[in-house]
């Protein structure tokens, strides 16, 4: 998708939402158009989409067009939210309502290196001999 929007389009509240994959149908609770998921290559999909923090899902251009026209963001449905710190989406540890935070960044990279430490020791077993990794 291009990263050129329209004047009729929100820039900052994509802060504001949680990106999703296009795996399921669905349905966008802004125009209420029901579509299956359309991948070309396994990854790539048609519409890009974002989930509100109250769990309604919505097309990107849809969602930025909207908080342009009432100047605020939220969710139709559920009301309006201010564009304030507390009600932000944190992409390092996936939870809505805070600003990133250094302790966000210190939980994800513990998490990382959990994760990376255990495949070492998966692709350690597969040359080293059973015997030796007691």
Not at 46 to 53: A, G, H, N, T
Not at 55 to 75: D, F, I, L, P, S
Request: hydrophobic share 35%; aromatic share 10%; net charge negative.
């Amino acid at each position: 998708m291009s990263l050129m929007y329209a004047d009729d389009e929100c820039n900052e509240c994509i802060h504001y939402v949680k990106p999703v994959s296009n795996s399921n149908s669905w349905r966008c609770a802004f125009c209420l158009i029901a579509e299956s998921a359309i991948c070309f290559d396994g990854e790539t999909t048609l519409w890009d989409r974002y989930e509100l923090c109250c769990g309604h899902e919505v097309h990107e251009r849809c969602y930025r067009t909207w908080a342009k026209k009432v100047g605020m963001v939220g969710c139709p449905h559920c009301g309006t939210l201010d564009k304030v710190e507390d009600h932000l989406f944190c992409e390092v540890c996936d939870v809505f309502g805070h600003k990133m935070t250094t302790n966000c960044v210190v939980q994800r990279s513990k998490f990382e290196l959990m994760k990376q430490a255990a495949e070492a020791k998966t692709e350690r077993a597969k040359y080293v001999p059973f015997s030796l990794l007691k």
